[in-house]
């Protein structure tokens, strides 16, 4: 199943996609992090409430699909292609940062791409949302863990990204980056090893094209690594890595701009779209 979270007349609210609509949940949860805590979500759609709201998914402001999200995890250089093109080394162990929840976007809503540099970068990926908590998680024990799967636009400010070794700064401009357009359970994606489709295109452009098949680190390592160091709680999400054909790698580089149109596609997860424009000093 599918479920999405939106903002409706100023307030916020979740629920499954079905055809067209989203089904309104609020009544099972306040929101869809305590959903996910709470075990609370449906498993089909005979089991959504028949008195739940349909609400026309045309023009209806989605947000990230946890959009109280207490911590994104994110993986770098976990594709060999993109790892090769940064000129960096195999490394044993996932490389980790971490981004705000301040800085990610719903689908369909604009990024803003900052004063301070012109170096917006794009990075299309797989994100995975964990469903039960856990500490020092087994890899074969990994993906019951995982509640589902969204898109997600990593967008970097590369200049900042490379002020240190840190890439705090360039990760988390306000309004970089998105997640979306919903949370896709695991039994319609199946295990990410096997092969999703994932191509990031840039005003209908393809500019990476790749698959989660292709991970250095699969979900299964990430989640156990991730476990390793810090419990994992329901509604964390893990964005795993961008595959090869970066921006600022490029000759010339090429790099978001006000008017642009990013796209993150994946293979039985979706299709997340937003527009950039210029943010005022």
Not at 83 to 102: L, N
Not at 108 to 119: H, M
Not at 211 to 220: I, K, R
Not at 254 to 269: F, S
Request: with cysteine; proline share 9%; net charge negative.
């Amino acid at each position: 199943m599918k479920f999405a979270s939106y903002r409706q007349a100023g307030n916020a609210g979740w629920g499954a996609v079905t055809g067209n609509c989203v089904r309104s949940l609020n009544a099972i949860a306040p929101t869809l992090k305590e959903a996910i805590a709470r075990g609370k979500l449906p498993r089909t759609e005979q089991e959504i409430p028949r008195s739940a709201p349909a609400l026309p998914l045309e023009n209806l402001p989605l947000l990230p699909p946890v959009p109280d999200t207490g911590r994104i995890f994110c993986v770098g250089l976990n594709y060999a292609d993109h790892q090769a093109e940064t000129g960096r080394k195999p490394t044993e162990h996932p490389v980790i940062f971490m981004r705000y929840a301040q800085s990610i976007l719903g689908h369909g809503t604009a990024l803003a791409a900052p004063p301070e540099s012109e170096t917006f970068d794009f990075e299309g990926e797989l994100a995975v949302i964990i469903g039960k908590p856990g500490r020092r998680i087994a890899e074969a024990d990994a993906l019951a863990h995982v509640a589902g799967y969204s898109c997600f636009m990593d967008g970097t400010i590369r200049a900042f990204q490379l002020h240190t070794h840190q890439y705090t700064p360039g990760k988390n401009f306000d309004r970089s980056g998105a997640c979306g357009p919903w949370l896709v359970t695991p039994d319609e994606t199946g295990d990410p090893k096997a092969g999703l489709k994932l191509e990031t295109r840039l005003n209908g452009s393809p500019v990476q094209q790749s698959d989660t098949g292709m991970m250095l680190f699969p979900v299964p390592v990430v989640i156990a690594y991730l476990s390793s160091f810090t419990t994992l709680e329901p509604g964390d999400v893990i964005a795993t890595g961008t595959p090869g054909g970066v921006g600022f790698k490029r000759t010339p580089p090429l790099y978001m701009r006000a008017g642009d149109r990013v796209e993150v596609e994946i293979e039985r997860v979706g299709l997340l779209a937003n527009i950039v424009e210029k943010e005022s000093a």
